[in-house]
């Protein structure tokens, strides 16, 4: 058992090389019982082979992995009370749903009455009772992944292990399977640790993301947090659309920081970020919604004036591209509300808008 304080999962400066080519680069995070915790990342950035050396398939070249208090090195993957659910789901077509189910049960000691109860509560628990007796072939993407958790849930790891779990269902059934999942991790308790490439899937689904890059870990947040405070370009980019302007850091004030951002044509009042220096080049990021458009000067700092380019109406909300001065393209969203149709809308083609942010918006990165 963990002790008090300890965190469930604990990796601790885990690196992987294949050869001469390192695959994962001194990864160190932590995971608390519970926790759905979201590996985050495009191809080949080293999502699965973290997966693999957590379940034991490999072993790290260099760095540990504590499980519930105990050293992972050199222990079997099937000593481990870990289960790994594969993108593919890896399904016996030749099985029906509750055969499948319990064949992760094949080698537990227990009788065969209690395997058979255990089955039942995972079919329950998945909903899938009308459908124990049918093959894969014979249900459909999201049923078959439901058996792949059902089967994955059935040994009761401690820890369990989904690369991709929802990357074969189309986009409607993908978002709703995110809601049960979240669901089944609730009821059951355990930890779950995620893989996707999809930001969306990320944010929908976890307590806290790790955001990866070729190997490393950029930064590790909740969705909040790497959404709102990302701590690189890399992340605010990959989490979320965001607009980003070179800039020069004029001046420290309490709590705030002045910019000099030539793109915008003047200077830009943001939150103060630690680490950063007078006169050090950054970046100015903004995300598009929080980008404001008016007709008048809105009082406070942030306030430049450009004129409207173009423009697209969504029903819910309006898309402004506005040109500065400086000949820099913004996007800005309006959202529609009031009923108005095309004619509630804030500026037309051609007219003297006011873009603004306030300076709680106004992401600084020192890169
Ligand atoms: N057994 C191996 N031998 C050599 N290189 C490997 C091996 N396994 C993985 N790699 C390389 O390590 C890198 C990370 O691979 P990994 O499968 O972990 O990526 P991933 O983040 O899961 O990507 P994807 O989203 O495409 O599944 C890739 O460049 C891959 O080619
Ligand atoms: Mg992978």
Redesign the pocket.
């Known amino acids: 058992m963990a002790a008090a304080g300890e965190p469930f999962l604990r990796i601790e400066n885990i690196s992987k090389f294949?050869?001469p080519?390192q695959?994962?680069k001194d990864v160190s995070l932590n995971v608390a019982k519970g926790e759905i915790f979201s590996l985050l990342?495009?191809?080949?950035?080293?999502?699965?082979?973290?997966l693999r050396m957590l379940a034991g398939f490999e072993e790290p070249t260099s760095g540990k992995i504590f499980l519930d208090g105990r050293d992972m090195t050199g222990v079997a993957p099937w000593d481990r009370p870990v289960h790994m659910m594969f993108q593919s789901y890896a399904l016996f077509p030749h099985m029906s749903v509750e055969k499948n189910i319990g064949y992760g049960l094949k080698h537990e000691k227990m009788s065969a009455q209690k395997k058979a109860s255990r089955v039942r509560e995972m079919l329950e628990l998945v909903q899938l009772v009308p459908y124990a007796t049918r093959k894969p072939h014979q249900i459909s993407g999201g049923q078959r992944q439901r058996v792949a958790l059902a089967r994955a849930l059935a040994r009761q790891p401690k820890l369990l292990l989904l690369?991709?779990p929802l990357a074969a269902l189309d986009k409607k059934l993908r978002e709703r399977t995110q809601f049960e999942l979240m669901s089944i991790q609730q009821r059951t308790g355990v930890t779950f640790i995620v893989?996707t490439?999809d930001q969306e899937e990320a944010m929908t689904l976890s307590d806290r993301i790790a955001v990866?890059d070729k190997?490393e870990v950029k930064q590790i947040g909740s969705p909040g947090e790497v959404y709102e405070f990302p701590n690189s370009k890399f992340v605010a980019d990959f989490i979320g659309s965001i607009t980003s302007f070179p800039a020069t850091i004029l001046e420290r004030q309490t709590g705030q920081l002045r910019l000099s951002v030539p793109a915008l044509g003047g200077e830009v009042m943001a939150r103060d970020v630690p680490g950063l220096s007078e006169g050090q080049e950054a970046t100015l990021a903004i995300r598009p919604e929080k980008l404001l458009i008016s007709k008048d000067r809105p009082e406070g700092a942030n306030a430049f004036q450009g004129t409207v380019k173009d423009l697209a109406y969504f029903g819910k909300d309006s898309l402004y591209r506005v040109i500065l001065p400086s000949g820099v393209l913004v996007q800005a969203h309006a959202v529609n509300a009031t009923r108005g149709g095309e004619a509630a809308r804030v500026a037309d083609w051609d007219d003297r808008v006011w873009i603004s942010f306030a300076p709680s918006s106004a992401i600084v990165l020192a890169e």
């Open positions: 294949f050869g080519f695959a994962v990342g495009g191809s080949g950035c080293g999502k699965t082979t973290l690369d991709e893989v490439h990866m190997g």
